[in-house]
């Protein structure tokens, strides 16, 4: 494992890919916009694997069995990586990822950095360039009116940004500088500096030169840019090119505005923001500073679940669930009319949100495949069954309302009212397992979400956390909601944490992630010990 540094001119991507030259089989990635998972399918596509494994966080042991083993991966430019300029994913790929990667995958690792390092201390080799004589390979930079109207670019934070938020973020700046700022007129004569897209949206050509403007804006005046950016796209509606922005960019400018504890409370902005830049702005703002019963609380905890990879309106939907079974209706409300379709939308539900430890969510626990029961059941009552994988017993609900009908009870279908304790006293209580304990282990059954039922106009989903029903408003998703993981990508528990507030039921997310080095065994209490 080793890290390339050196000042921005000091040629460290070109000293890289001169690396790549001499190993022909070395595999490389730019790490521009990535995340760690993004950078996971690409070393897995490259290593000829076909996908990834069922559990997905056993990629590394895909690529120890893969051609690519004992190789080098060479990443640049991980100072840009992440959706959004502040990114937290430097931090994230260069101290946690890169071990993980070499030591999983059985590869030699090479990372390019920015010069800082504060980490105490560390065992990776690091070369640090000397400054380039020459100077700064991306050429002057522009002056005059253009610099300021192209300094309101740069403070964009996804690099990427259509022609309406540049013209906001230049109104907010030239306050500041006390004159207006004609992005137009800037576009025409700094088009040397600029590209534009297809969909009319606008970046640097060299990031280099964002990188400059913003080092040398004053950090109050970035602190009041933001503010104002942050006041005008919490107006913006759902769609069209602000929408998609808003969806990328919000939580980061909240966090330079100090205003990110507000966000994260908003159901209907949350519901509007791409799950990638949730997380990382809330490791960005203060790891411990999430509420475990906010929206982004609800967000950190289904990641680290692996609820990820989902379209807006379906990740919407799981916010939706979460928000509801923690009793939190105002929120729900929010979710409902952000604006973000719901492609389907819960019912009701005896489900354990993930994260959570509490009594409430004692029942009833991880559930098998649930199964509809004949109409002879309770005349006039739609019901459904589902054996509890941790007890091996049963349970009957009404299919309409959730009301329990029947067990815990030992035998698949047991009458209407018949029950026993919910703890027998000849049986282990081990009814309510930690989520990490659900969720890291190869052996563990069910999966998070283990089956799905149509009932009338309802679909009945079990798994881990319980049983739930929803309304399908989506027609494509008829035969189901999409399957999730249940574990993340890369674990990476320690990423962000989530903290309990007076009477939050959230846990904690303390368990460091493990480095991979021999097959993973159940703990001694789980059953297939």
Same mark, same amino acid.
């Given at each position: 494992m080793a890290e390339l540094t050196g000042p921005p001119d000091s040629g460290r991507t070109e000293t890289l890919l001169r690396l790549n030259e001499t190993r022909s089989d070395a595999v490389v990635v730019d790490a521009t916009e990535l995340t760690c998972e993004d950078v996971i399918e690409r070393v897995m596509s490259a290593a000829g694997c076909a996908g990834l494994p069922e559990k997905r966080a056993d990629w590394g042991w895909e690529l120890e069995g893969s051609p690519l083993a004992g190789g080098l991966v060479v990443i640049l430019n991980a100072h840009r990586a992440g959706r959004t300029r502040r990114s937290s994913e430097l931090e994230r790929m260069v101290h946690r990822f890169t071990v993980e990667l070499a030591v999983a995958g059985r590869l030699k690792v090479v990372i390019e950095r920015d010069l800082s390092d504060v980490r105490r201390a560390h065992d990776h080799l690091v070369v640090a360039l000397r400054p380039n004589p020459a100077g700064d390979a991306a050429g002057p930079g522009p002056d005059g009116a253009d610099a300021e109207a192209l300094r309101a670019l740069a403070l964009a934070e996804v690099r990427l940004a259509p022609m309406p938020v540049w013209t906001a973020l230049a109104q907010a700046l030239g306050v500041h500088v006390g004159r207006p700022l004609d992005v137009a007129a800037t576009l025409e004569a700094a088009g040397d500096l600029l590209e534009v897209d297809g969909e009319g949206w606008v970046r640097?050509?060299?990031?280099?030169?964002?990188?400059?403007?913003?080092?040398? #804006?004053?950090?109050?005046?970035?602190?009041? +840019?933001?503010?104002?950016?942050?006041?005008? /796209?919490?107006?913006? @509606?759902?769609?069209?090119? #602000?929408?998609?922005?808003?969806?990328?960019? /919000? @939580?980061?400018?909240?966090?330079?505005?100090?205003?990110?504890?507000?966000?994260?409370?908003?159901?209907? /902005?949350?519901?509007?923001?791409?799950?990638?830049? +949730?997380?990382?702005?809330?490791?960005?703002?203060?790891?411990?500073?999430?509420?475990?019963?906010?929206?982004?609380?609800?967000? +950190?905890?289904?990641?680290?679940?692996?609820?990820?990879?989902?379209?807006?309106?379906?990740?919407?939907?799981?916010?939706? /669930?979460?928000? #509801? +079974?923690?009793?939190? @209706?105002?929120?729900? #409300?929010?979710?409902?009319?952000?604006?973000?379709?719901?492609?389907?939308?819960?019912?009701?539900?005896?489900?354990?949100?993930?994260?959570?430890?509490?009594?409430?969510?004692?029942?009833?626990?991880?559930?098998?495949?649930?199964?509809?029961?004949?109409?002879?059941?309770?005349?006039?009552?739609?019901?459904?069954? @589902?054996?509890?994988?941790?007890?091996?017993?049963y349970r009957v609900w009404d299919a309409e309302t959730g009301e329990e009908l029947a067990g815990p009870w030992p035998e698949p279908l047991p009458a209407p009212g018949q029950r026993e304790p919910l703890w027998p006293t000849d049986a282990e209580r081990n009814v309510t397992p930690d989520w990490d304990d659900l969720t890291v282990f190869d052996t563990l059954e069910p999966p998070f979400v283990s089956g799905q039922v149509r009932v009338g106009d309802l679909l009945i989903v079990t798994g881990l956390g319980g049983i739930f029903a929803v309304e399908v408003h989506d027609p494509s998703m008829s035969e189901g909601i999409s399957k999730v993981p249940g574990e993340p990508l890369f674990d990476d528990s320690g990423f962000v944490r989530t903290a309990p507030g007076p009477g939050s039921t959230a846990q904690r997310h303390v368990r460091p992630p493990p480095l991979r080095t021999g097959r993973r065994t159940p703990p001694a209490h789980h059953p297939a010990a």
């Open positions: 640097f050509r060299d990031e280099r030169h964002a990188e400059a403007l913003r080092r040398s #804006t004053a950090a109050e005046v970035v602190r009041a +840019v933001n503010g104002e950016l942050v006041a005008w /796209l919490r107006d913006q @509606a759902a769609g069209g090119s #602000t929408g998609q922005y808003l969806a990328q960019g /919000l @939580a980061m400018h909240a966090v330079q505005a100090g205003e990110f504890d507000a966000v994260q409370r908003s159901g209907r /902005l949350v519901a509007r923001i791409d799950q990638v830049p +949730v997380i990382d702005a809330a490791h960005a703002d203060d790891a411990y500073a999430v509420s475990g019963t906010s929206p982004a609380g609800d967000a +950190v905890n289904l990641w680290m679940c692996g609820v990820d990879s989902l379209a807006q309106g379906e990740w919407a939907s799981w916010l939706h /669930l979460m928000s #509801t +079974v923690r009793g939190d @209706a105002e929120t729900a #409300t929010e979710i409902a009319s952000s604006g973000v379709p719901l492609p389907w939308k819960v019912r009701w539900a005896h489900w354990r949100p993930p994260g959570a430890l509490s009594a409430t969510y004692v029942r009833p626990g991880p559930l098998g495949d649930p199964v509809v029961v004949p109409d002879d059941y309770l005349p006039g009552r739609h019901a459904v069954a @589902a054996p509890g994988e941790w007890d091996g017993r």
